[in-house]
């Protein structure tokens, strides 16, 4: 597939006329006129993109929108750890794509393979051929296996890393837990920054942790890190403290140790660190460096591993008629998380919208929150509003939990965050209420609802 | 398919936009409303990552159907730290006096499902 880049357009354009040059200001002008509708295509139907195509279609439904998702059931990662804990069942993680459909948005479960940024033009790995007049992306993550040597694609098969949107990770790190013998040795291997989910793997280790815990208390977790500091290390560090003293071993990478991977060994079954720590395991989990999702690259709009964006607008700095949202832009400091690219997502349809369909456009709000379980009824939170200034996000209203808290507040935090996981994934793929609400419409009463 | 709820409040607005375009200045305070509401709907979007649309509490509290006094009320608890929740006293305080009113005014024209 090839991939016109600007320059390669510009000729494009001096050479055949201006009949190309105008193709997106054609159908906003048929918009106008009532007549054909403007096509937005999105690719990858998780936080960001399902997030885009419901929302466009919903502010304004003549918009001609469609999904490209690959899988037709979205596995999410989010809310994933809690079933490796034993929190919830692998069942409710997936989600499927009915929703978005009733709504009017044309979902096609194909994987694209190439964009056509002069013709506009999506291609598909399925023979599918998409045109737009915006394009948004939203592909999530891609693993770089290479850094971390000797893991490789099939290696992550047995010893997977369980990061992509996918359901198969997931279940064989379980099939791994299950499989360990009482008294042995899981392992863990952590990224280093940035990568998706801040807190993520952490909150992980803790639910790895319960799992040994509840069913195998002789066994050991033993944590590798090439970071020298991680997202909510006092709590985390309180809670592996106070819950998992025996059974967590932590090595963080200071100045005189360096716990980056040299060597992951399937065959053997060892690890060896920077350092020359040798860890030998049973199971392990390998969290390696990452970058935007293929397609990104094959739209012209990354530079080295993620995409640059307007921190106002996430339109690609690289090419104007495409919008990138999720975990494969810089959005510094926006965590790469589901909550953020679930919001970048809502100013990327503000945007379209006033551009295609002239609605009245308001000032971008970006927010994100973040919990994580890190024992039974023991859950933290990190979150903060955004906004730009000086071509990045800066936080504003920033909040953590800290150490020593209320052992109430952490249990209000638990429910929170599943009331928010079934928030947002109400709001991502456009599910409607079966049931009647629990509680009538709530009056103000400060003193009874403190902390 | 839209909710009930929404459909409700889709066509408050259209019918305020209508009456308010054909009109003209004798109901100009309807077309303020349906313009305050409109802003309220748009700023909902920051709302419905955790508080569901349609009114269900599965472990965040419903806010639909909330007289538009009461909501402001309990805004403003949250941006004084009077109700302290860490995530909504973020919310409130990013939150100035006019989008509070249109946030309001918004949440005020849907009804939980099953009402
Ligand atoms: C263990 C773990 C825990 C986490 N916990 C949290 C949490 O508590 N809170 C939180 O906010 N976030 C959490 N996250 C992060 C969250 O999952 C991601 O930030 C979020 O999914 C990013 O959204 P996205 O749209 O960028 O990518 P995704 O949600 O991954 O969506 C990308 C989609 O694009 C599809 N796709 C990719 N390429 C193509 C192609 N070429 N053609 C067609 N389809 C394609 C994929 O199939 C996928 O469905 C967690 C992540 C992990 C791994």
Known sequence: MTTFNRRDFGKLVGGAGAGLATASGLSTFAIAQGSAAAKVVVIGGGCGGATVAHFLKKGDPKLDVTLIEANKVYSSSFGSNLYLGGFRKFETLNHGYEGLRAAGIKVVHQYATGVDTAKKVVKTKEGGSYTYDRLVLSPGIAIKYETVPGYTKEISNQFPHAYETSGVGKTQLMKLMEAMPNGGTFAMVMPDNPYRCPPGPYERACMIAHYLKTKKPKSKLVILDPKKAFSKQPVFTEAFNKYYKDIIEMNLTNDIDDFRVSMFDAKAKEITTKSGKKVKFDAANIIPQQRAGDIAKLAGVTDKDWVAINPETFQSTANKDIYVVGDSTVAAEMPKSGFSANSQGKVVVAEILADLSKKEKFPARYRNTCWSLVAPDDCIKVGANYSAKEGKLAPEGSFVSKAGEDAGLRKQNYAEYVGWYDGIITDMFAKTAAAAPKKAAPAPAPAAKKG | ?115
């Open chain 2, 1 to 115: 398919m839209m909710p009930a709820s929404q459909l409700l409040a889709f066509n408050l607005l259209a019918a305020a936009m209508l009456v308010g375009s054909v009109a003209g200045f004798a109901s100009s305070a309807r077309a303020d409303t349906a313009k305050l509401v409109r802003y309220g709907e748009h700023l909902s979007q920051e709302c419905t990552t955790c508080h569901r649309r349609d009114g269900v509490d599965n472990g965040i509290p419903s806010i639909l159907g909330m007289k538009s006094e009461d909501f402001e009320e309990t805004l403003k608890y949250y941006k004084t730290g009077a109700r302290d929740n860490p995530a909504m006293v973020s919310v409130a305080q990013s939150l100035d006096d006019d989008q509070i009113k249109a946030l309001g005014a918004y949440f005020a024209t849907l009804v939980p499902a099953g009402k």
